[in-house]
Structure formats: structure tokens, C-alpha cells
């Protein structure tokens, strides 16, 4: 037998033996395909699995596990198809201080590309940045950007990825060397029951419905307390009205809930 023939997957062009049998004859760009293909279907089915049994978990049943998939896959086949962005984010460009101000270059194509600027607390800017977050630690990076805006005096966040290390590494040098200057406060609500498994959970969402960030919590059983660190600015009038919000939510006295600056205040 011959040590080369037609290439079995496009026909067009010689192959080489690609298996211990010789049995099957590939060029080098279809050999090259072929492994893409292996690699990118056990990372799919891994990642397959894993959603399904979180799903199972909740419930589903297989039909229902087939039938989304199958679903999904139509969706995804229709935005690959039209040339859309497969992410459901803009791709972050370029990121680097201007000045005193944080600007962000994003591209939805190499058609949309648009700028994004954000500054501290007491500048120009409407928005203040306060918390970058990384999703995964896969490439490329899904980042999500948390800042306060000051006009609508609410905590908002911008979604966007990365896959070039250097704008990566240029958007956490920006955003972590500095204080951006949005407060930072610890809520801790007192008097609880040992009952009240779910007050931080509760509290959580008291402060996100007020247009606050809410990040760590903790519940302390043998003191009865609750406690939330927050971002925002939290002005007379909100520490007013959060206050007695977690009152009347929680039932306890406004004396039993205490405000203090949080460890990330400048």
C-alpha cells in the first residue's frame, strides 16, 4: 500500500496515514481540523454535563434537558450564521487612564467601537468605578465593571471581555492603584432570633432594591446579628430610608441597626 493517498476528509489533496492502521489517509490542514474537532467537542460535552446536572438538580427531567439543548444549539447556529458576536458582551479594547479619567475602549464588531469613561467621586464624570470582577479564569475573560452613578444615585455594572493579557493587566493596574472615592459602609442589624437563618440573604436584598452594591455578608448566631458591606453613597437621606426599611422588614428597633464606614472607604 502506498504511503500516500487522497486526504479521506476533503479528497482534494494527498494524505498521510493518521492512524496505527493506515486505513485512513488525511492532509495536514484536515489532521489539524480533526484535533480542533476532538478538543472543542470534550470541552462542549464537559461543559454539557456539568450544565445538565445542575439542571437535573433543579428538576428537569431528560426530555426537557434534550429539548433546551436542542434549542440552544438552533440560537447559537443562527447568531454564528449571521455573523453576529458570539458573546453576549462587548470585547474590551483598550483600557488606560486619560488624565484623571478611566476610559474603556469597546467593539461589539470591527464596526462598533465606542469609548467609556468613567472618573472619581468628586470629578466631572457621572459614573464612578469601584469593583472589577473577574467571571471565569478561562481566555478569554469574561469582566464585569461595578460603578456608582452619581445621577441616578445607584450602583450600575458594565459587562465586557478580554482576551489580550496586556489590556487585562492595563485595566486592573487603572481601576486597583487608586480610590475612586465611593464609600464603603458595614450594616449590622441587631436583636435577631436564631431563627432568622435567611437575614443576610434579606438584607442583601434590601440594599440592592435601595440602589446600593451589596458585597459581603455575615450572620453571627450567638450575638443575633446580620451584617452587609455595601458601596454607594450613602447620603443622610438613604442612611435615613435604609434604615427604616430594614425596621419595618425586619420588625426590630431603629436603634438596633448600626452603620460603620467599611474597610474599603478611602
Given at each position: 500500500?502506498?504511503?500516500?493517498?487522497?486526504?479521506?476528509?476533503?479528497?482534494?489533496?494527498?494524505?498521510?496515514?493518521?492512524?496505527?492502521?493506515g486505513?485512513?489517509?488525511?492532509?495536514?490542514?484536515?489532521a489539524?481540523?480533526v484535533?480542533?474537532?476532538?478538543?472543542?467537542?470534550?470541552?462542549?460535552?464537559?461543559?454539557?454535563?456539568?450544565?445538565?446536572?445542575?439542571?437535573?438538580?433543579?428538576g428537569?427531567?431528560?426530555?426537557?434537558?434534550?429539548?433546551s439543548?436542542g434549542?440552544?444549539?438552533?440560537?447559537?447556529?443562527?447568531?454564528l450564521?449571521?455573523?453576529?458576536?458570539?458573546?453576549?458582551?462587548?470585547?474590551?479594547?483598550?483600557?488606560?487612564?486619560?488624565?484623571d479619567?478611566?476610559?474603556?475602549?469597546?467593539?461589539?464588531?470591527?464596526?462598533?467601537?465606542?469609548?467609556?469613561?468613567f472618573?472619581?467621586?468628586?470629578?466631572?464624570?457621572?459614573?464612578?468605578?469601584?469593583?472589577?470582577?473577574?467571571?471565569?479564569?478561562?481566555?478569554?475573560?469574561?469582566?464585569?465593571?461595578?460603578?456608582?452613578?452619581?445621577?441616578e444615585r445607584?450602583?450600575?455594572?458594565?459587562?465586557?471581555?478580554?482576551?489580550?493579557?496586556?489590556?487585562?493587566?492595563?485595566?486592573?493596574?487603572?481601576?486597583?492603584?487608586?480610590?475612586?472615592?465611593?464609600?464603603?459602609?458595614?450594616?449590622?442589624?441587631?436583636?435577631?432570633?436564631?431563627s432568622?437563618?435567611?437575614a443576610?440573604?434579606?438584607?442583601?436584598?434590601i440594599?440592592?432594591?435601595?440602589?446600593?452594591?451589596?458585597?459581603?455578608?455575615g450572620?453571627?448566631?450567638?450575638?443575633?446579628?446580620?451584617?452587609i458591606?455595601?458601596?454607594g453613597?450613602?447620603?443622610?437621606g438613604?442612611?435615613?430610608?435604609?434604615?427604616?426599611?430594614?425596621?419595618?422588614?425586619?420588625a426590630c428597633?431603629?436603634?438596633?441597626?448600626?452603620?460603620?464606614?467599611?474597610r474599603?472607604?478611602?
Open positions: 500500500m502506498s504511503e500516500w493517498s487522497l486526504c479521506a476528509r476533503c479528497g482534494l489533496v494527498p494524505g498521510r496515514p493518521r492512524y496505527e492502521d486505513g485512513a489517509f488525511l492532509c495536514d490542514d484536515c489539524t481540523r484535533e480542533r474537532l476532538g478538543e472543542a467537542s470534550e470541552t462542549l460535552a464537559h461543559t454539557l454535563m456539568h450544565w445538565a446536572r445542575d439542571q437535573e438538580w433543579r428537569a427531567d431528560a426530555d426537557v434537558l434534550l429539548e439543548a434549542l440552544a444549539f438552533a440560537l447559537f447556529e443562527a447568531r450564521l449571521s455573523g453576529g458576536p458570539l458573546a453576549g458582551s462587548p470585547q474590551l479594547l483598550h483600557a488606560g487612564m486619560n488624565g479619567s478611566l476610559e474603556l475602549t469597546l467593539a461589539n464588531d470591527p464596526t462598533t467601537v465606542w469609548q467609556e469613561s472618573g472619581s467621586l468628586d470629578s466631572r464624570h457621572r459614573r464612578v468605578p469601584f469593583l472589577v470582577v473577574s467571571q471565569n479564569e478561562a481566555h478569554p475573560v469574561d469582566l464585569t465593571l461595578h460603578y456608582w452613578d452619581k445621577r445607584s450602583t450600575e455594572s458594565l459587562d465586557f471581555w478580554t482576551a489580550d493579557e496586556q489590556v487585562l493587566t492595563d485595566l486592573c493596574e487603572a481601576t486597583e492603584t487608586r480610590r475612586w472615592g465611593v464609600p464603603w459602609n458595614v450594616v449590622e442589624v441587631g436583636g435577631l432570633k436564631e432568622s437563618a435567611g443576610v440573604e434579606d438584607l442583601s436584598e440594599v440592592g432594591a435601595l440602589g446600593f452594591f451589596p458585597a459581603t455578608g450572620r453571627d448566631a450567638a450575638r443575633g446579628t446580620a451584617t458591606e455595601l458601596a453613597d450613602l447620603n443622610e438613604a442612611r435615613e430610608l435604609l434604615v427604616e426599611t430594614i425596621t419595618q422588614s425586619f428597633d431603629a436603634r438596633s441597626v448600626k452603620i460603620r464606614s467599611g474599603y472607604s478611602a
